[in-house]
Nanobody
Framework: QVQLVESGGGLVQAGGSLRLSCAASGRTFSSFAMGWFRQVPGKEREFVSFIYWASGNTYDADFVKGRFIASRDNAANTVYLQMNSLKPEDTAVYYC????????????????????WGQGTQVTVSS
């Protein structure tokens, strides 16, 4: 079983930065890809970014390109989401997710493609 624990959320002013972390644990952790999603009340979970575990290559949603950067530390079994130039509309609960199964790019942008989820961390951006 894989456990994912996010941290790093908080309150920040518009234009500020936060770095989210997602630490994975389990007997043997190996992942094909890990994703970041966000959700606000009353809306569906929204894709933010994903990273291929082996290569470190990433794919970002259009609305975060140039502002958010996903990265990973294989040795620490941890992925990060560096969020810069934050906007009030970025306010949401951010979740990390992992899949062990090979998936296509478009599938990795869909929440249902991931088997494991963290508990989420709140990010609030004030104007």
């Amino acid at each position: 079983q894989v456990q994912l624990v996010e941290s790093g959320g908080g309150l920040v002013q518009a234009g500020g930065s936060l770095r989210l972390s997602c630490a994975a644990s389990g007997r043997t952790f190996s992942s094909f890809a890990m994703g970041w999603f966000r959700q606000v009340p009353g809306k569906e979970r929204e894709f933010v970014s994903f990273i291929y575990w082996a290569s470190g290559n990433t794919y970002d949603a259009d609305f975060v390109k140039g502002r958010f950067i996903a990265s990973r530390d294989n040795a620490a079994n941890t992925v990060y989401l560096q969020m810069n130039s934050l906007k009030p509309e970025d306010t949401a609960v951010y979740y990390c997710a992992a899949t062990r199964q090979a998936k296509l790019n478009y599938e990795l942008r869909t929440a249902t493609s991931y088997e494991y989820w963290g508990q989420g961390t709140q990010v609030t951006v004030s104007s």
